[in-house]
């Protein structure tokens, strides 16, 4: 009876004893799952402070590690430094459910889609002229670039030589903000969540978040510094929660908006020639660039991978445009504009309005997808039609500006007016004479 007493009494001190150590275990655990991911949020908090930190210290960092008398640990340093910028957390399967699910949504919409009453006819857009000219941008560095126009509130945003982005009120004619920051020209400007944050692109090798404020300016929150060569094409997803950039540098990154984190950085292994375009497909799974080298390449965003190459161009892809209907592809180069079928991919028409000498320098579908605009030594709009019909030229408006480059098109709401940059400093505004919106310059 003493022995099995004293044997029920071990038995249970080691059930007690084992119960703590599992205790201690499942803690243990606990506290492991909390400080990785302490840590990880510690590192993406880290990597968007080295956005936000201006370049004269990252110069000064420069300056401070080669000035190291031990070569070795400038090295180190250095390899440090350059390894821990090319780490990206890449696009998660949550950010890639997003992205179908839009995708899915938007393609049902796309099925149902009519062309709005409200939409401006044929005969209305035979009948534009220019109504205003607005001096947006220096005297000294004339030249606008590139545009964007958020259409529910009427405002245009452009992009120019003399290194500043301008937010427009087109109804009251007035500027609402001059983005200064950029120390090089602006070559691409996108609107983005219900306007309320302008991404510029630009030559100086950064991209910039500007943040509007309560007393109607914006504000750069923050620079992204990703890319080693100039920016050319900033695009926005359909989410209004990514967008992406492209470089000469042969990249193009997938960025989150709200964090500014490059998530992934694509390099083309394929060839040397850098992006001089870049636009998302409407439903926002594929990606479009043009290339330097008269190439458009068709990307699958989820795997990132080349899916579709277009050739046949001459010169640097200027511009690129999907259509609405979500199968028509439109590019500009040196030799014109060339439409693509997405469906059979393959170039069904093309258009080649100017000599030789005179490249084609942008290109863009309204959001109906019936108009279609061409710009260079002038700027014509075509009536879209089918794969097999023709595309007939409605109008051809001569270049005002007297340079000979209208370098950026865009159709305003319902295509009730065409906005035209060009490498002059003034915006115009062509449309209907006396009708509502048009401001007499």
Same mark, same amino acid.
Request: glycine share 8%.
């Given at each position: 009876m003493l022995?099995? #007493?004293?044997?029920e009494?071990?038995?249970?001190?080691?059930r007690?004893e084992l119960?703590?150590a599992?205790?201690?275990?499942?803690a243990?655990?606990?506290?492991?799952?909390?400080?990785?991911?302490?840590?990880?949020?510690?590192?993406a908090?880290?990597a968007?402070? @080295?956005?936000?930190?201006?370049?004269?210290?990252?110069?000064?960092?420069?300056?401070?590690?080669?000035?190291?008398?031990?070569g070795?640990?400038?090295? @180190?340093d250095?390899?440090?430094g350059?390894?821990?910028?090319?780490?990206?957390?890449?696009i998660?399967?949550?950010?890639?459910?997003?992205?179908?699910?839009?995708?899915a949504?938007?393609?049902?919409?796309?099925?149902?889609?009519?062309i709005p009453?409200?939409?401006?006819?044929?005969?209305?857009?035979?009948?534009?002229t220019?109504l205003s000219?607005?001096?947006?941008?220096?005297?000294?560095?004339?030249?606008?670039?590139s545009?964007?126009i958020y259409?529910?509130?009427?405002?245009?945003?452009?992009?120019?030589?003399?290194?500043?982005a301008v937010?427009?009120?087109r109804?009251s $004619?007035?500027?609402?903000?001059?983005?200064?920051? !950029?120390?090089k020209?602006?070559?691409s400007v996108?609107f983005?969540a219900?306007?309320?944050?302008?991404?510029t692109g630009s030559?100086?090798?950064?991209v910039? +978040?500007?943040q509007s404020?309560?007393?109607?300016?914006y504000?750069?929150?923050?620079?992204?510094?990703? !890319?080693t060569a100039e920016?050319q094409?900033v695009?926005?997803?359909?989410?209004?929660?990514? #967008?992406v950039t492209?470089?000469?540098?042969?990249?193009?990154c #997938?960025?989150e908006?709200?964090?500014?984190?490059?998530?992934?950085?694509?390099a083309?292994?394929?060839?040397?020639?850098?992006?001089?375009?870049a636009?998302?497909?409407?439903?926002g799974?594929? /990606?479009?660039?043009?290339?330097?080298?008269?190439?458009?390449?068709i990307w699958?965003?989820?795997s990132?991978?080349?899916?579709?190459?277009?050739?046949?161009?001459?010169?640097a892809?200027?511009?690129?445009?999907?259509?609405?209907?979500?199968?028509f +592809?439109?590019?500009a180069a040196?030799?014109?504009?060339? /439409?693509w079928?997405?469906r059979?991919?393959?170039?069904?028409?093309?258009f080649?309005?100017?000599d030789?000498?005179?490249?084609?320098?942008?290109?863009?579908?309204?959001?109906?997808?019936s108009?279609?605009?061409i710009?260079?030594?002038d700027?014509?709009?075509?009536?879209v039609a089918?794969v097999?019909s023709?595309?007939?030229?409605?109008?051809?408006?001569?270049? +005002?500006? $007297?340079?000979?480059?209208?370098?950026?098109?865009?159709?305003?709401?319902?295509?009730?007016?065409?906005?035209?940059?060009s490498?002059?400093?003034?915006?115009?505004?062509?449309?209907?004479?006396g009708?509502?919106? $048009? +401001?007499?310059?």
């Amino acid at each position: 009876m003493l022995s099995n #007493f004293a044997l029920e009494q071990q038995l249970h001190t080691a059930r007690q004893e084992l119960s703590h150590a599992l205790y201690q275990h499942d803690a243990a655990c606990r506290v492991i799952a909390r400080l990785k991911k302490e840590r990880d949020e510690a590192r993406a908090l880290l990597a968007q402070a @080295e956005r936000q930190i201006p370049m004269a210290a990252s110069t000064a960092t420069t300056v401070n590690v080669s000035s190291l008398s031990n070569g070795k640990r400038a090295a @180190e340093d250095d390899e440090m430094g350059t390894g821990g910028k090319r780490i990206r957390p890449g696009i998660s399967a949550t950010i890639i459910a997003e992205l179908t699910d839009c995708n899915a949504a938007l393609s049902q919409q796309r099925k149902k889609r009519q062309i709005p009453s409200t939409l401006a006819p044929v005969e209305a857009v035979d009948r534009y002229t220019q109504l205003s000219s607005f001096p947006l941008h220096k005297t000294n560095k004339p030249g606008i670039l590139s545009m964007d126009i958020y259409h529910s509130k009427d405002i245009i945003a452009t992009g120019g030589v003399d290194t500043n982005a301008v937010v427009f009120d087109r109804p009251s $004619g007035q500027i609402l903000s001059t983005l200064g920051g !950029h120390s090089k020209k602006v070559t691409s400007v996108k609107f983005v969540a219900e306007g309320e944050v302008v991404v510029t692109g630009s030559a100086d090798k950064t991209v910039r +978040l500007w943040q509007s404020s309560e007393n109607g300016n914006y504000d750069c929150r923050q620079i992204l510094k990703d !890319h080693t060569a100039e920016v050319q094409a900033v695009t926005i997803h359909a989410t209004n929660n990514y #967008f992406v950039t492209a470089s000469l540098d042969n990249t193009w990154c #997938f960025y989150e908006l709200s964090s500014g984190l490059c998530l992934t950085q694509v390099a083309d292994s394929s060839g040397s020639e850098g992006y001089t375009s870049a636009a998302f497909h409407p439903d926002g799974l594929i /990606l479009g660039t043009g290339t330097s080298g008269a190439l458009v390449k068709i990307w699958d965003v989820k795997s990132q991978a080349s899916v579709a190459r277009f050739d046949g161009h001459v010169g640097a892809v200027n511009a690129i445009s999907f259509s609405e209907n979500g199968y028509f +592809l439109a590019t500009a180069a040196q030799d014109g504009v060339k /439409l693509w079928d997405l469906r059979k991919l393959r170039n069904f028409r093309s258009f080649t309005p100017y000599d030789e000498d005179t490249p084609t320098q942008s290109v863009e579908f309204d959001h109906s997808g019936s108009y279609l605009a061409i710009g260079g030594s002038d700027i014509r709009v075509y009536q879209v039609a089918n794969v097999k019909s023709e595309w007939h030229c409605i109008k051809t408006f001569p270049d +005002l500006s $007297g340079t000979g480059k209208a370098t950026c098109i865009k159709f305003g709401p319902d295509a009730k007016y065409l906005a035209v940059g060009s490498m002059d400093r003034n915006l115009r505004i062509f449309g209907l004479p006396g009708e509502d919106g $048009g +401001l007499e310059s």
